[in-house]
């Protein structure tokens, strides 16, 4: 069984209900053929890209031909949202959570759910958490790399890692409102190439330095893109520590020692590349990842897998199942409920 923790999906139903609750928010979607282009009211479009981001039942065909048995559903990080009234984000969330169920409802055998949260308010991203616990079909959450542009330390965000690390769930880090310095990256979608793996880096690299791993150590958080720049600079972390004062404000530790913390996914885009992270990291902390349906997937990603110079069957079967059953595997939760 193969399982792509890397999948993206905005659902007919819930485009249908935002059309009416939240119009500014709510694609409009242009097809050709087997594509499709969304359309926003603020005149952004996202694709082309294969009608499966809306229809399910073409995602089922997409999967098929992929190869890919389970899908662990998420939003797109344009759906996020973290920059609209709290209220608003939190209707919008429980909405693409709820078509997001209900999907796996539906197919239970192929979807699981990485749910969304309103991470601009911690009293609607807890009371979110709290109602998606009960679902059997959420196996943990997708948030984005920061939150409308705050570092994922900061002191309005800890009790929502509390409220996680209480649940069990992992998290899933996306990119999203990726930092561009003085605008260097707009050129080339160089934001994309370029700031997509930074800000993840600077995702964990926030995590580690700003205590919260130490804080809340039963957190677990998935790399996607292959984790960034961190699988190869965790060296250059651990240098800097040591030589200066400032990394070691709330980190008493080496920042390498709380590697295990994270895992990552397969999207390398390269097989050298893909081989240096399993050999790093370990194929126990790298699962599957397409980034389905956008253009920068890979949408043959067991096949990259099984192309990976020296993997025997053992670690094969842990890059494509076995690391992203463990990891999407709850935590016994401290309390009963949130």
Not at 18 to 41: H, W
Not at 73 to 96: G, K, Q, R
Not at 205 to 229: A, C, D, I, K
Not at 295 to 310: I, L, S
Request: glycine share 6%; charged share 20%; aromatic share 6%.
């Amino acid at each position: 069984m193969t399982i792509d923790v890397h999948a993206h999906t905005v659902p007919a139903d819930h485009i249908e209900r935002m059309k009416s609750e939240a119009p500014q928010l709510a694609p409009r979607i242009e097809l050709d053929g087997s594509n499709c282009t969304f359309v926003y009211e603020d005149g952004r479009r996202s694709g082309p890209m294969p009608i499966g981001m809306f229809d399910h039942e073409a995602r089922i065909k997409d999967m098929d031909a992929m190869r890919i048995d389970v899908q662990a559903l998420s939003v797109p990080p344009t759906h996020f949202n973290y920059h609209v009234d709290a209220e608003l984000a939190a209707l919008v969330a429980a909405s693409h959570n709820d078509s997001m169920i209900a999907m796996a409802e539906a197919s239970p055998d192929r979807f699981v759910v990485l749910a969304t949260l309103p991470m601009q308010s911690a009293d609607f991203a807890i009371a979110e958490l709290s109602r998606l616990a009960q679902s059997p079909h959420v196996v943990g959450v997708e948030l984005a790399t920061n939150v409308a542009g705050v570092n994922l330390d900061a002191p309005e965000l800890d009790p929502i890692w509390a409220a996680i690390a209480l649940a069990g769930m992992p998290i899933v880090l996306h990119p999203h409102d990726v930092v561009e310095g003085t605008g260097r990256m707009k050129a080339h979608y160089l934001h994309n190439f370029v700031g997509n793996p930074t800000d993840t880096t600077l995702a964990a690299g926030s995590l580690m330095f700003g205590g919260v791993l130490t804080r809340h150590p039963r957190l677990r958080f998935g790399l996607l893109h292959g984790g960034g720049f961190l699988p190869y600079q965790i060296g250059r972390f651990d240098h800097g520590w040591a030589a200066r004062p400032e990394p070691k404000v709330h980190l008493p530790v080496a920042p390498s020692t709380l590697l295990k913390h994270f895992w990552f996914d397969s999207l390398t885009h390269d097989d050298q590349s893909l081989a240096l992270l399993i050999n790093r990291m370990g194929a126990d902390r790298v699962f599957l990842g397409s980034d389905y349906p956008f253009d920068m997937a890979d949408m043959n990603p067991v096949q990259t897998v099984e192309r990976v110079m020296g993997l025997d069957n053992a670690e094969l079967g842990k890059v494509l199942h076995e690391t992203a059953t463990t990891f999407l595997a709850p935590l016994a939760a401290e309390v009963t409920h949130l």
